[in-house]
């Protein structure tokens, strides 16, 4: 019986498990990006209105509209992606061909969390110089509020980015081990 609604289900669901899964996987690599450059925007120009509240719902629905339209297009292609579940890898159905867009995306996505982490180390760097001039000069209460909230987000960033690095290397870790076993 089992064995059954596996054999029936898999064929009928798996490609839209995987879609979803693929969605749920890479979005929050790209909103780590707009959320380093967020980051990055505060520091430099604290009074910018490039990321009010209303903006920053607009940026996060394209980035979630460009990823579900992105990982659509292989979906609903002749060679869309599919999850095994046994070996928790995610495959074309084409192999050894891949659609154009899963291989850009693939390669981009990859480089994601590294990406955001060098950008969060350079902004810690920053803000580290800046408050050591800032200590020579006799700062406000606000300006010093301001700043300790500064880098409560740059520190929010880089945990984040943390997650997501070790996230990527821990499956790469145990991609390479799967591999080398079989």
């Not at 520091?43 to 990982?71: E, H, I």
């Not at 909230?149 to 997650?163: A, H, P």
Request: overall charge positive.
């Amino acid at each position: 019986m089992n064995l059954f609604v596996i054999s029936v289900f898999r064929p009928n669901h798996n490609y839209t498990y995987t879609l979803i899964y693929e969605i749920s996987y890479k979005y929050p690599r790209l909103l780590s990006i707009l959320m380093v450059v967020h980051r990055i925007c505060c520091v430099y120009k604290p009074t910018t209105k490039q990321f009010s509240d209303s903006r920053l719902w607009v940026y996060c629905g394209g980035l979630a509209m460009f990823c579900v339209v992105m990982l659509t297009i292989p979906y609903l292609s002749n060679c869309p992606v599919s999850m095994n579940q046994r070996k928790f890898v995610v495959l074309p159905d084409c192999l050894p061909r891949r659609h154009p867009v899963t291989i850009i995306i693939n390669k981009f996505v990859g480089t994601i969390p590294f990406f955001a982490m060098s950008l969060n180390i350079i902004l810690i760097l920053y803000i580290r110089h800046q408050k050591h001039k800032l200590q020579r000069v006799h700062c406000t209460t606000i300006v010093q509020n301001m700043k300790n909230i500064e880098m409560n987000m740059v520190l929010q960033s880089f945990y984040t980015t943390i997650f997501l690095t070790f996230h990527d290397l821990t499956y790469q870790l145990i991609d390479y081990t799967m591999a080398s076993a079989s």
